[in-house]
């Protein structure tokens, strides 16, 4: 019988994409073959911070820098850690841990020594600034001249007057935008020679608590300015101090821009119904496979529009933090979108699942984020057809089925009314928790467990999330799921029914044994 071992490197390297560090870390410490094989790939993205601990050692980092080809610098790293060059960087991330900033080594790397890191790797093609220092000119004249591979820029935080120019013409090269909070001097417009004929993906996000910086307007200038973008795949929109250009958006398809768009995200609540539903029947394209509305109200004529022209495309469909979505909306979109990957709606009943024409036709679903509700009129043997359908989604990887989500996403209005008192499914397990189930198609009555046990098919779950308020769960279901969903990695929504301290040991040790992390 052939062995692991047995196996070339090569097929081990291909194991070692789908582990997570602790299993890796438990691989190396086996047997020689796997330490010498599985080390690079630990080395190959590496985290260098400094937040309540200290970073690795710059010495040892030193050793292994022909194994880095991905890595985070916090901003509380001193300056030996810019000196040292690493000959594969291609993936570059500044990332500022939260509160750092009240840290006492916050920023002990001057900007310049941050322009001299960066000449010395000219093969970035993806660099990451959250960093709360400004760069100086320097440093985008060296990304605009020497990375000549730059392909994703993500940024946040503030540009000068000075660095506008080699800013701009940095992400002139770049196909893959993202500008979280980022501000540039009102005076200093976008360089009108830049065409931006690279860019695929465009994303603009300002959080609505930031209302003491404004935008000013140049998100609006550089839409304008990408209209020659024939290449553009996804457009982004989520900031909420300048309104979302829904007439400029339509004025582009008209003159035939942005052929290839196939995402669009919006986050604008003050887009009106008429103007939503003129940009999705205004996309040349006519195929939009990704489609979230953040925050606003999804009315009628947005609807229709997306189920009449874009039903058969969709893959992701994000309508969690919205108003206005139905449970029946929500089952007509399981049911109809047989492409889907990725669906965010507020909830659905139960009565709804169940008086379905037809099953759900969504079989390629990987994640599903929806509250199902139980209104108080249901008959008892409907819990079974429920989990018997979610049952039958095999590639599900998260599943959310909490009432909020999103941590009180709506914030104008009220959760919904209609799910406010609602009971949602039960996931204990119990041996008399049989359901008697409608076959509507035939007639016939079927028995169906009620209860978690159904879902022994979902082998692929990875993440679940459930009403925690609602649920009283203990040791059987922990050990149900650790036996049965064996990728499974993260719970949230707790275990009430675990109160004894002998029972609290238990768990910790079952977590701990199968890599699982709980949350309340």
């Known amino acids: 019988m052939t062995m692991i071992l047995d196996l070339p490197e090569e097929i081990h390297l291909l194991i070692v994409e789908h582990l997570n560090a602790r299993a890796i870390y438990a691989c ?40 880095v080809e991905a890595i985070s610098y ?62 100086p000119k320097e440093f985008w004249e060296v990304v605009e001249t020497e990375w000549t591979e730059l392909e994703s820029l993500e940024m946040s935080g503030n540009v000068e ?70 290449r553009l795949r996804r457009l982004a929109w989520d900031v909420n101090d300048i309104a979302f250009p829904a007439r400029m958006i339509m004025d582009a398809f008209a003159e035939d821009c942005w052929p290839d768009l196939q995402q669009l995200i919006i986050g604008d609540t003050t887009c009106s119904d008429q103007d939503l539903a003129g940009v999705l029947e205004a996309v040349t394209s006519r195929r939009l496979a990704v489609f979230e509305y953040a925050n606003g109200k999804l009315g009628p004529l947005t609807y229709k529009c997306l189920q009449e022209r874009y039903f058969r495309h969709l893959k992701d469909l994000n309508l969690g933090k919205c108003t206005g979505v139905t449970s029946a909306m929500a089952q007509e979109i399981l049911m109809e979108c047989t492409h889907l990957v990725d669906f965010d709606a507020p909830h659905i009943f139960v009565r709804d699942i169940v008086k379905a024409s037809k099953p759900w036709g969504c079989s390629k679903i990987q994640t599903l984020v929806i509250y199902i509700a139980k209104q108080p009129d249901d008959e008892a043997g409907w819990d079974g057809l429920v989990f018997q359908q979610i049952s039958k989604l095999r590639r599900l990887q998260s599943m959310d089925l909490q009432r909020d989500p999103h941590c009180s996403y709506f914030e104008e209005e009220s959760r919904p009314e209609e799910i406010t008192d609602l009971a949602t499914l039960d996931f204990r397990l119990d041996a008399r928790s049989k359901a008697v189930a409608v076959d509507h198609s035939g007639g016939n009555e079927r028995g169906g467990v009620a209860d978690i046990r159904c879902w022994s098919s979902l082998v692929q779950l990875k993440e679940l999330s459930f009403d925690g308020d609602r649920q009283t769960l203990g040791m059987d279901e922990l050990v149900w799921m650790t036996e049965h969903w ?6 949230c929504g707790g275990f009430k029914g675990i109160v004894s301290p002998e029972d609290c040991i238990i768990r910790d040790r079952l977590c701990l044994q199968s890599g699982l992390w709980i949350f309340d």
Request: proline fraction near 7%; hydrophobic fraction near 35%.
């Open 28 to 67: 190396i410490r086996t047997c020689r073959t796997f330490y010498r094989t599985f080390v690079p790939r630990l080395w190959s993205d590496l985290s260098v911070k400094q937040y309540k601990r200290e970073p690795i050692n710059a010495d040892l980092v030193r050793a292994n820098t022909h194994l």
């Open 74 to 135: 916090s901003s509380t790293l001193t300056d030996d850690y810019y000196t040292i060059v690493y000959p594969r960087l291609h993936t570059l991330r500044f990332d500022t841990v939260y509160a750092e900033g009240n840290e006492p080594t916050n920023l002990q790397v001057t900007p310049l020594q941050k322009v001299e890191f960066a000449h010395h790797h000219p093969s970035i093609r993806k660099l990451i600034y959250h960093h709360k220092d400004t760069l």
């Open 161 to 230: 007057d000075d660095a506008v120019d080699p800013f701009w013409r940095a992400c002139d090269r770049a196909k893959t935008l993202y500008f979280s909070h980022l501000y540039l001097p009102e005076s200093v417009p976008i360089l009108s020679t830049l065409s931006f004929q690279h860019l695929q993906d465009l994303r603009i996000k300002k959080y609505p608590w930031q209302k003491w910086t404004p935008h000013r307007m140049w998100p609006i200038q550089l839409l304008e300015q990408v209209r020659g973008s024939e």
């Open 486 to 491: 064996r990728d499974l990695w993260c719970v």
